[in-house]
C-alpha cells in the first residue's frame, strides 16, 4: 500500500525568499512521483515528474525536487518566491499494480502557500 | 486544444435532486477519473474508467453512478443528493493506463452544492 504525507498543511514565505514544500511517501514498489499546482478556481496542472531518470527534477516556473529514497522524501522547492507562486500544491506517488496493470494514485492533502509581498 | 472539460462549473441543488456532471476529452486518453476534494483532505477517487465499456469503483463511490459513453465521454451521476456529497469535482483522463510516468490532465471543476 502506499501513501503521502505533505507535512505542511500551509506554508507563508515572503516574496523573493526560498520555497520548501515537504512530501514523504511510502510505496510497496518503485513509484513515480508528481507535484501538481492548484490555482484558485482551477483544476490541477503537472509541475514535475520523478520517474526514476534523474534524482533532482526540474519543473516549470523554477520549481524543482529531489527524490531521496533513503530519507523517502519527495520535497518542492523554488529559490525565489513569487507573488503568482501563491497556490495549493499536491504531491502525488503512482504506483502500477503488478497484477492487474492498473495504476493506483494517492494524492497528499496539499499545502497551500501564501506569498507575502 | 481544449484537454479535459467539465460542465457545468457550478451548481446548487436540494437535498434529495439528481444530476449529472459532464466530463470530456479530446485527448484520445484511454483512462478517464472521476475526483472530489474537499479541505484537508486532498483528491479522492471516486470512479475510474480504464477503457471504454469499463468502469471501476474508487475510494468513495457511495451516492454516485458512472457512465463512459464512449472514449471521450465520462459521466458522474448523483440520484439523490446529500449535504455530503457537497464538494468540488473533478475529472482527469489519462493516455497510457500502464506507464507509471504519465501524468493526469485535470478539467478545471464543478463546484457542487447540496443544501
Known amino acids: 500500500a502506499q501513501s503521502v504525507t505533505q507535512l505542511d498543511s500551509h506554508v507563508s514565505v515572503s516574496e523573493g525568499t526560498p520555497v520548501l514544500l515537504r512530501c514523504n511517501y511510502s510505496?510497496?514498489?518503485?513509484?513515480?512521483l508528481f507535484w501538481y499546482v492548484q490555482h484558485p478556481n482551477k483544476g490541477l496542472q503537472l509541475l514535475l515528474k520523478?520517474?526514476?531518470?534523474?534524482?533532482l527534477v526540474k519543473g516549470i516556473n523554477g520549481f524543482e525536487a529531489e527524490f531521496k529514497k533513503s530519507e523517502t522524501s519527495f520535497h518542492l522547492t523554488k529559490p525565489s518566491a513569487h507573488m503568482s507562486d501563491a497556490a495549493e500544491y499536491f504531491c502525488?506517488?503512482?504506483?502500477?499494480?503488478?497484477?492487474?496493470?492498473?495504476?493506483?494514485?494517492?494524492f497528499g492533502s496539499g499545502t497551500r502557500l501564501q506569498v507575502q509581498p | 486544444n481544449a484537454g479535459v472539460t467539465q460542465t457545468p462549473k457550478f451548481q446548487v441543488l436540494k437535498t434529495g435532486q439528481s444530476m449529472t456532471l459532464q466530463c470530456a476529452q479530446d485527448?484520445?486518453?484511454?483512462?478517464m477519473y472521476w475526483y472530489r476534494q474537499d479541505p484537508g483532505m486532498g483528491l479522492r477517487l471516486i470512479y475510474y474508467?480504464?477503457?471504454?465499456?469499463?468502469?471501476d469503483k474508487g475510494e468513495v463511490p457511495n451516492g454516485y453512478n458512472v457512465s463512459r459513453l464512449n472514449k471521450r465521454e465520462f459521466s458522474l451521476r448523483l440520484e439523490s443528493a446529500a449535504p455530503s456529497q457537497t464538494s468540488v469535482y473533478f475529472c482527469?483522463?489519462?493516455?497510457?493506463?500502464?506507464?507509471?510516468?504519465?501524468?493526469?490532465?485535470f478539467g478545471n471543476g464543478t463546484r457542487l452544492t447540496v443544501t
Open positions: 474508467s480504464a477503457s471504454e465499456g469499463t468502469t
Open positions: 482527469a483522463s489519462l493516455g497510457q493506463k500502464s506507464l507509471n510516468n504519465s501524468p493526469l490532465h
Open positions: 510505496s510497496s514498489y518503485s513509484p513515480s
Open positions: 520523478y520517474t526514476s531518470a534523474a534524482t
Open positions: 485527448m484520445n486518453h484511454n483512462s
Open positions: 502525488v506517488v503512482s504506483e502500477s499494480l503488478l497484477d492487474t496493470g492498473r495504476r493506483a494514485l494517492t
